[in-house]
């Protein structure tokens, strides 16, 4: 059964940092790429950062680009979300994506 768990999520204060989890199994992970999303309460899910399956190529939304960072360890089966600067905006339910798959998705709450 193919499986993506996302962790990390929590409740920080506007400028803070968190570091979210993106553990999977079931399928072969290092042959795709994984990608993070996040819906706001009455809004659109949204794509803000993917990573490439080999190489380490990195896509970052202009809403989240140079404060947030993905990788990736393949012997783990383990993405991450390194999320720095954070602000109320972010506030959202963040899930990871791959294999066609959807996790259930952390609640991350930024107050300010």
């Known amino acids: 059964e193919v499986q993506l768990v996302e962790s990390g999520g929590g409740l920080v204060e506007a400028g803070g940092s968190l570091r979210l989890s993106c553990a999977a199994s079931?399928?072969?992970?290092?042959?795709?790429?994984i990608g993070w999303f996040r819906q706001a309460p009455g809004k659109e899910r949204e794509g803000i950062s993917c990573?490439?399956?080999?190489?380490?190529?990195?896509y970052y939304d202009d809403s989240v680009k140079a404060r947030f960072t993905i990788s990736r360890d393949n012997a783990k089966n383990t993405v991450y979300l390194q999320m720095n600067n954070l602000k109320p905006e972010d506030t959202a339910v963040y899930y990871c994506?791959?294999?066609?798959?959807w996790g259930r998705g952390t609640q991350v709450t930024v107050s300010s």
């Open positions: 079931g399928f072969t992970f290092d042959e795709y790429a």
């Open positions: 994506n791959a294999y066609n798959t």
């Open positions: 990573i490439s399956r080999s190489d380490g190529t990195t």
